[in-house]
């Protein structure tokens, strides 16, 4: 499937990287974006892969999406060979055997699209200021950043019902964000690092714990894919898939952090 999301300096980065004897590298750059089947095979090269992770300084010359694209296609090939995945629940590591779940649902065009565009759109966390008509003559405005899940519900509630596919969407992108890439920044938002006791403006929220982030996160894809917008966008079916499998799609998500972004991920993300 060919990915449109692909700019041309993409393309260019290919190119460079994998053809550099090319003399005519604008015709190789039109070239590769009409031939499918060899974009994909570029896509999986091993070394585009080395030169997307050897620093930082890459994004200066692709989009995050490209880096994104390349990490999940690596991730599917290594999950693939792998037994299990592991989890760190309760300061514990469980072992599960479901590898070839999640190679399933990373072998979905569509879905590894949908999740490298979202991972790409959280490279810039930006605070934002929302006034919201709460009744005829009455406004009251929200000031929150976009990883807040309890902002981001309370101003899904305040807007009229024609409104909520985005924040509805954007909450189950931040949940499955936050658990999936940054679950040890979940706890060190809520909790005390030494004592493991919930912070005093934690213990009235609702969204405290990785469990949390996961319900809510499955939750709000499925009113997301419910909502008539999701159709329109074509996204209807990407969201219910992250509903029902927000737990494998959180597990990707996990590998790819741990296996190929590590300290990164914080130059990356900035979380």
Not at 168 to 189: E, K, T
């Amino acid at each position: 499937m060919r990915d449109w999301r692909l700019e041309r300096r993409d393309i260019r980065f290919l190119v460079d990287t994998l053809m550099p004897g090319t003399g005519d590298k604008e015709r190789a750059v039109g070239l590769v974006q009409e031939d499918e089947r060899f974009l994909e095979a570029m896509l999986d090269d091993e070394r585009l892969f080395e030169r997307l992770i050897g620093g930082r300084e890459v994004l200066l010359h692709v989009s995050p999406y490209l880096m994104f694209a390349v990490l999940l296609r690596r991730a599917r090939r290594d999950l693939a060979e792998a037994s299990y995945t592991t989890e760190l629940r309760s300061l514990q590591k469980v072992i599960l055997f479901d590898t070839d779940e999640v190679v399933d649902l990373l072998e979905r065009d569509e879905l590894r699209s949908y999740l490298a565009a979202m991972l790409s759109s959280f490279t810039r966390i930006e605070s934002v200021s929302l006034t919201v008509r709460v009744r005829e003559g009455i406004w009251r405005r929200y000031r929150t950043n976009e990883l807040d899940v309890e902002g981001l519900i309370r101003y899904s509630q305040a807007v009229d019902e024609e409104q909520r596919f985005e924040p509805y969407r954007r909450i189950g992108d931040v949940c499955l964000f936050l658990s999936g890439i940054f679950p040890s920044a979940i706890r060190a938002r809520h909790r005390y690092p030494v004592s493991g006791e919930i912070r005093p403006r934690a213990r009235a929220s609702t969204v405290v714990s990785r469990e949390d982030y996961e319900a809510h996160g499955q939750a709000f894809y499925r009113l997301a894919s419910e909502h008539k917008s999701a159709s329109v966008q074509g996204l209807e079916r990407v969201l219910r898939a992250l509903s029902e499998d927000f737990i494998l799609a959180e597990k990707a998500l996990s590998f790819v952090a741990g296996r190929y972004l590590g300290l990164m991920k914080e130059q990356l993300f900035g979380v």
